[in-house]
């Protein structure tokens, strides 16, 4: 009885601020936008690139994403995990206006704009809370930090590396 229209829109799709380190801005349409979305699996999500902008390394832990290519080129991949034999194997693909590319759950996942103009993609997300987790903000950028001693020996570098990395600033681009 108190559900309304507005529980099932959200008017905020709109270009994002890609003047940042990374050159891209990810506007996620997720339960918390649209309270709607709860208990129907699904989201949505407006990623914008300036040139040569970058939406870095990252996982989603709870949804599988089909991004589709709505201005502009991406050079995007995946890479698999642990295969038999060992080793994992990167996928890639540059995308065009209209291409769909399809990003497995819980695999790590790039887009990046190798292009002279802006680019705008659109991700559907097969969970209303996909999670998203960046790689280098996780391993590096943890608070607490996680031990020089474990990223140096992991990394296979040495503690100065780690200690630079660590000192970085680490953004997000998602809002």
Do not use: C
């Not at 709109?14 to 208990?39: F, M, Q, R």
């Not at 599988?64 to 890479?79: A, D, K, M, P």
């Amino acid at each position: 009885m108190d559900v309304k229209a507005e529980d099932f829109f959200f008017g905020g799709l709109k270009p994002g601020n890609t003047t940042n380190k990374l050159g891209s801005s990810v506007n996620l349409v997720n339960v918390d936008k649209i309270a709607g979305l709860n208990t129907l699996g699904i989201s949505l999500a407006r990623i914008d690139f300036a040139p040569f902008g970058l939406n870095p390394p990252h996982t989603h832990p709870r949804a599988t994403e089909i991004l589709t290519v709505i201005e502009g080129e991406l050079y995007v991949g995946f890479v698999t995990s642990n295969l038999k034999g060992g080793g994992n194997k990167l996928f890639t693909k540059l995308l065009k206006k209209g291409d769909v590319f399809v990003f497995p759950q819980g695999l790590i996942h790039f887009q990046f704009n190798k292009g002279h103009t802006n680019t705008v993609a659109i991700a559907g997300l097969s969970s209303q809370n996909p999670g998203a987790i960046t790689i280098a903000n996780a391993v590096f950028g943890s608070k607490p930090p996680i031990s020089d001693d474990v990223l140096a020996k992991a990394f296979q570098v040495d503690k100065k590396t780690v200690d630079w990395l660590q000192a970085q600033f680490w953004m997000d681009n998602n809002k």
